[in-house]
């Protein structure tokens, strides 16, 4: 299996910036691409980013793109989410997940426990 856990979420101010980490373990790992989904009270959990761990290649969402980037270092086990000009609709519980490549949390195995953004209006 699979272990995640995410990191460094927190308060921000509309437009700032923040910088998720997922730090990744399991012998199984190195072969997984690395999604990142969100979850605001009251709503379904959703699509952020995804990477390929082997490639690199992402896809964001289109609520995301041109401000969040998602990468990854395959020496540590780490995936990134770098979010900038953050928005108070970007509120949300973060998650990682692996052993998936598409935008549905039904194409993920393993998730973290998650890390709680908050961005002020």
């Known amino acids: 299996q699979v272990q995640l856990v995410e990191s460094g979420g927190g308060l921000v101010q509309a437009g700032g910036s923040l910088r998720l980490s997922c730090t990744a373990s399991g012998r199984t790992f190195s072969s997984n691409n690395m999604g990142w989904f969100r979850q605001a009270p009251g709503k379904e959990r959703e699509f952020v980013a995804v990477?390929?761990?082997?490639?690199?290649?992402?896809n964001y969402a289109d609520s995301v793109k041109g401000r969040f980037t998602v990468s990854r270092d395959n020496a540590k086990n780490m995936v990134y989410l770098q979010m900038n000009s953050l928005k108070p609709e970007d509120t949300a519980v973060y998650y990682c997940a692996a052993r998936g490549w598409g935008t549905s949390t039904y194409d993920y195995s393993y998730w973290g426990q998650g890390t709680q953004v908050t961005v002020s209006s």
């Open positions: 990477i390929s761990w082997s490639s690199g290649r992402t």
